[in-house]
């Protein structure tokens, strides 16, 4: 049985990649780096690190420089996320988390964030999340499985016991190679190896969506 759900955090309950995109767009013309939205899907569910490798290319920087570029950039993203509210919550995301409470079901984040938290407690869905793995919980970024296993260590599950919610073919990746089967939110061209894909969570309850998943 399904015991805890794991749930990333950027483009599955908010959208926050148009605060990433604008933060690495400003960033990138302040550097004359080539840089537009159709590159910037490429950095859905990245880590910061390695979005800003994606985005200087071939070009060299000192580690010195490169921090900085990295601090910049969140800097410029840290103040454009000062305003989200619980209205930034997407459609049937806050309908889900409440049902998984009353279903006794454990939830944990799982997002490469390292402003995870801070964005947990704007949305105000603090008190429905018993774990958070961000991106200061492990090493390796996802497609590496270490962040999910990590969530289901902290919530005291076996991987297999866990479900993950993703809308990057490297989350997808990461959660298969932990073990735990996973709901990909997209279009199939980018969440299609998931064990079920979705358009969003609007309208999305959990009886169905654990049917779905064990067929
Ligand atoms: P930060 P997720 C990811 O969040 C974003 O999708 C990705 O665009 C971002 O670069 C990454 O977090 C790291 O974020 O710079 O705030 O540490 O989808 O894993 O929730
Ligand atoms: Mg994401």
């Not at 780096?33 to 000192?62: C, H, M, P, Q, W």
């Not at 199939?188 to 358009?199: D, H, K, P, Q, S």
Request: hydrophobic fraction near 40%; glycine fraction near 10%.
């Amino acid at each position: 049985p399904i015991k805890g759900v794991i749930f990333d955090l950027d483009g599955v309950l908010t959208d926050t990649a148009e605060y990433h995109y604008r933060a690495w767009q400003r960033l990138a013309d302040e550097e004359g780096l080539v840089f537009n939205r159709e590159a910037n899907e490429e950095l859905r569910g990245v880590s910061r690190r390695d979005s800003l490798l994606k985005i200087i290319g071939t070009k060299k920087y000192s580690e010195e420089k490169f921090q900085e570029m990295m601090d910049r950039k969140n800097r410029y993203y840290v103040e454009s996320i000062e305003n989200i509210s619980p209205t930034d919550l997407l459609p049937g995301a806050m309908d889900l988390l409440k049902e998984l409470r009353s279903s006794g079901i454990k939830v944990a984040l799982g997002s490469a964030s390292k402003n995870a938290r801070p964005v947990v407690e704007k949305l105000g869905i603090g008190e429905y999340i018993e774990v958070i793995a961000d991106g200061f919980s492990v090493q390796e970024p996802k497609p590496a499985p270490d962040l999910f296993l990590f969530a289901a260590q902290e919530l005291g599950l076996e991987p297999g016991e866990c479900i993950v919610v993703e809308d990057a073919g490297a989350g997808v990746e990461a959660a298969l190679a932990a073990g735990m089967r996973a709901v990909g939110l997209g279009p199939v061209e980018r969440v299609g190896e998931a064990t079920v894909v979705l358009l969003s969570l609007e309208g999305v309850n959990w009886q169905d969506l654990q049917a779905s998943l064990n067929s």
